[in-house]
């Protein structure tokens, strides 16, 4: 069947609720086959909606109003940051659906460059970085922080919840170390005065995400963009790393930086 206007309210609230725990994926379906849509339809709305929320690529398309006010909707529930990277998740959609050369998404690109003229030029995890971090400043103790950091676990959930909008854990733990320290370079001490006011820093992993680093307090080394810059294409040797400590040689000279946080 033709997924109309009237479905859009539905379908973006049901999606929204499997995303969030509210309800089973199997709810979700149930929900929106039994107001008509087909399993088919119901299954590409919740996943898609997932897709968007965390920025991966989409394979399967939805029509171009309902891809608007699944933007405009997670704008305005999310804010800036998930906007930003459903946009990122659109994009890649769109460019996988004409890479088979079978015709353009026009409507769709329309409607994502519409969007992308309110998106920022800063990263969507840096976005969700300094909204955190303004939440820290407002309504979090240091102690509370450092028992938060001490007590992380792998198995601790990708996605948080903090003032009632929806964050990966890993930019509140990465907002956090900023937070606790004083946004620094670690190897310099500088740190980046903006003209609102706040500081920017850097988060460099000692271990690379891609073979699995953690986002930890062992493991997350704030760099000014020069130091960051050097850290990740100079000449580095790692000489020790433990929970406590990091040794290196970068460029000829040695650092050693205290990676504890009191």
């Known amino acids: 069947m033709k997924i109309t206007e009237d479905f859009f309210p539905l379908a973006y609230s049901t999606s929204k609720n499997v995303y969030e725990g509210k309800m089973t994926y199997n709810e979700g379906k149930m929900l929106l086959t039994s107001?008509?849509?087909?399993?088919?339809?119901?299954?590409?709305?919740?996943?898609?909606?997932?897709?968007?929320?965390?920025?991966?690529?989409?394979?399967?398309?939805?029509?171009?109003?309902?891809?608007?006010?699944?933007?405009?909707n997670i704008y305005n529930d999310y804010g800036i940051s998930k906007l930003s990277t459903a946009l990122s998740a659109l994009e890649r959609h769109i460019e996988y659906y004409e890479s088979f050369g079978k015709g353009k998404l026009n409507k769709v690109r329309s409607i994502y460059e519409k969007f992308l003229k309110i998106k920022p030029s800063i990263p969507a995890d840096e976005i969700e970085q300094n909204e955190i971090i303004k939440y820290l400043k407002e309504?979090?103790?240091?102690?509370?922080?450092?028992?938060?950091l001490k007590n992380l676990k792998e198995t601790d959930p990708e996605i948080i919840s903090i003032n009632h909008k929806i964050y990966k854990r890993d930019n509140k733990t990465i907002a956090q170390i900023k937070f606790l320290r004083n946004f620094q370079c670690q190897i310099c001490g500088t740190s980046i005065l903006k003209k609102d006011g706040t500081k920017y820093i850097e988060a460099a992993h000692i271990k690379a995400k891609n073979l699995k680093g953690r986002e930890s307090p062992e493991n997350i080394i704030l760099l000014c963009p020069n130091h960051h810059k050097e850290f990740d294409f100079g000449d580095l040797k790692i000489t020790e790393h433990s929970v406590s400590n990091l040794v290196f040689t970068l460029n000829g000279t040695v650092y050693n930086l205290n990676l504890l946080i009191d």
Do not use: W
């Open 35 to 72: 107001k008509g849509m087909n399993s088919n339809s119901a299954a590409d709305y919740i996943n898609d909606f997932k897709y968007m929320i965390e920025g991966d690529k989409f394979t399967r398309t939805l029509n171009a109003p309902s891809i608007e006010y699944f933007l405009e």
């Open 139 to 148: 309504e979090t103790k240091r102690a509370q922080i450092l028992n938060d």
